[in-house]
């Protein structure tokens, strides 16, 4: 399949009642220029852009956290952890964006053979990376635990359909993360899953 630019805005802009994390409400913005697209969900503390060059998209999720102003002892340790992380992780880099230096999460997805199902996998990955940037970036605030939570359950609940072992071993391949955590993690929802979830966590 060869998607393009209109088709990755018709997939956001679809609502569908399935457990893919790209068939959920979006709020979608198209840039003046057109080369990129913004995506926002309420269920999530953060955005996801699509920069679009050439045969290729880039999938982008911003963290808000600038480093230009850091010192440079700061900047040294911060770099070399996100080093490490790329270093770890299979499918999504963390990079700096923006004259700020602000650090992000990317993935390039090639649109040659971009289907609908990859991309959602992509945005999956991404998300479940975010959590791994939080911990690095070392994030605190009186909602971190909250917010934590609820990306690891949002994204647990659109691998529904997957078993345990198929959702740690994900988890571990698209993240990078070390197959204790991904074990601890589905362990976690899948005991809250056991009870009745509050009515609007997944809405």
């Known amino acids: 399949m060869n998607a393009t630019k209109e088709d990755i805005l018709k997939w956001f802009r679809e609502e569908h009642k399935t457990d893919l994390l790209i068939d ?4 979608v913005q198209e840039s ?3 080369h990129s697209i913004f995506a926002k ?3 999530l503390p953060f955005g996801i852009g699509v920069e679009f060059i050439g045969d290729f998209a880039d999938l982008i999720l911003y963290s808000g956290v ?7 002892d700061e900047r040294l340790d911060l770099y070399r952890k996100l080093l490490i992380l790329n270093d770890e992780n299979h499918m999504v880099k963390a990079t700096l964006a923006g004259r700020n230096d602000e650090i992000a999460l990317r993935t390039d997805l090639d ?3 971009l289907g609908k ?3 959602n996998d992509a945005l999956v990955s991404i998300i479940v990376g975010a959590v791994e940037i939080q911990k690095i970036l070392g994030i605190k605030g009186d909602d971190e635990e909250e917010e934590t939570q609820r990306i690891i359950e949002f994204v647990l609940n659109a691998l529904q359909t997957k078993s345990k072992d198929e959702v740690v071993q994900m988890l571990i391949d698209k993240t990078g993360m070390e197959e204790k955590d991904a074990k601890e993690i589905v362990d976690k929802i899948q005991k809250e899953w056991n009870q009745k979830p509050p009515d609007n966590m997944y809405s």
Do not use: H, R
């Not at 959920?24 to 709020?27: A, E, G, R």
């Not at 600038?66 to 440079?72: D, I, L, Q, R, Y």
């Open 117 to 119: 199902e990859e991309f």
């Open 32 to 34: 003046d220029d057109g």
């Open 111 to 113: 649109l040659k053979s």
């Open 24 to 27: 959920k409400k979006w709020i």
């Open 41 to 43: 969900m309420d269920e």
């Open 66 to 72: 600038e480093t230009a102003t850091m010192s440079k």
